[in-house]
């Protein structure tokens, strides 16, 4: 069926510096993308969203690149601070499922 | 605005039994969801309601029931818990126009022994 995966299940970082975020999709129906933050024993949070139209997005200090050519999102974290240790999970949807969020299994950021 | 509210927050089931979990949001939303969260997984849906009056399966409904009480709520059912749906129970809200920017609650940690 199809998926979505993440390159990296960790990714550790130095406070200061800029993180990347990768995550791949398959399904090429794909229109709309979000990337949520889940910090340990709470819900996910809202990072950032990205709709098929566009490849890129900027937020504060968050950045998310779509390439659909290659099937690839990633998430550009700029100036990483202790609080932005927590798991980052992407999802896709599209308007043939009504837009249903299907999750990737997540990136553990850790910044030291 | 308290968002989206879920009780209880931490359950111990012993095997058969049932129980349900609440879920409300006070963000006038239309659509909300359950979902289950599994150690280094990520989110998998078991059910969904797009609006007030339906639901739908998601991705894992066996051995769920759920109920869109109202707008505001839905809940979710075990009717004879099993160790295998030990896992952290997640509701969420959104609009669900043409995104689907989910609002979260804080989990249910359940736990079926």
Same mark, same amino acid.
């Given at each position: 069926g199809e998926s979505v995966g993440l390159h990296l299940p960790t990714l550790s970082v130095q406070e200061g510096d800029n993180s990347i975020i990768n995550c791949a999709y398959s399904? #090429? @129906? #794909? +229109?709309y993308f979000i990337w949520y933050k889940q910090e340990s024993g709470k819900g996910p949070q809202f990072i950032i969203d990205i709709r098929s139209n566009m490849d890129k997005r900027q937020g504060q200090r968050v950045t998310v690149l779509l390439n659909k050519t290659v099937k690839h999102l990633s998430l550009q974290i700029a @100036?990483?601070?202790?609080? +932005?240790s927590a798991v980052y999970f992407c999802a896709e949807a599209n308007s043939n499922s009504g837009y249903a969020l299907n999750f990737g299994k997540g990136t553990s950021l850790l910044v030291t | 605005n308290a968002g989206v509210t879920q009780t209880p927050k931490f359950q111990v089931l012993k095997t058969g039994q049932s129980m349900t979990l609440q879920c409300a949001q006070d963000m006038n939303h239309n659509s909300m969801y359950w979902y289950r969260q599994d150690p280094g997984m990520g989110l998998r849906l078991i059910y969904y309601s797009a609006s007030e009056g339906t639901t739908d399966k998601g991705e894992v409904p066996n051995g769920y029931n759920v109920s869109r009480l109202n707008k505001r709520e839905f809940s979710l059912r075990l009717e004879s818990a099993a160790p295998s749906q030990t896992s952290v129970y997640f509701c969420a809200s959104s609009?669900?126009? *043409? *995104?689907n920017e989910q609002f979260f609650g804080p989990g249910t940690r359940l736990t079926v022994l």
């Amino acid at each position: 069926g199809e998926s979505v995966g993440l390159h990296l299940p960790t990714l550790s970082v130095q406070e200061g510096d800029n993180s990347i975020i990768n995550c791949a999709y398959s399904n #090429s @129906a #794909s +229109d709309y993308f979000i990337w949520y933050k889940q910090e340990s024993g709470k819900g996910p949070q809202f990072i950032i969203d990205i709709r098929s139209n566009m490849d890129k997005r900027q937020g504060q200090r968050v950045t998310v690149l779509l390439n659909k050519t290659v099937k690839h999102l990633s998430l550009q974290i700029a @100036a990483t601070q202790p609080g +932005d240790s927590a798991v980052y999970f992407c999802a896709e949807a599209n308007s043939n499922s009504g837009y249903a969020l299907n999750f990737g299994k997540g990136t553990s950021l850790l910044v030291t | 605005n308290a968002g989206v509210t879920q009780t209880p927050k931490f359950q111990v089931l012993k095997t058969g039994q049932s129980m349900t979990l609440q879920c409300a949001q006070d963000m006038n939303h239309n659509s909300m969801y359950w979902y289950r969260q599994d150690p280094g997984m990520g989110l998998r849906l078991i059910y969904y309601s797009a609006s007030e009056g339906t639901t739908d399966k998601g991705e894992v409904p066996n051995g769920y029931n759920v109920s869109r009480l109202n707008k505001r709520e839905f809940s979710l059912r075990l009717e004879s818990a099993a160790p295998s749906q030990t896992s952290v129970y997640f509701c969420a809200s959104s609009y669900r126009d *043409t *995104t689907n920017e989910q609002f979260f609650g804080p989990g249910t940690r359940l736990t079926v022994l």
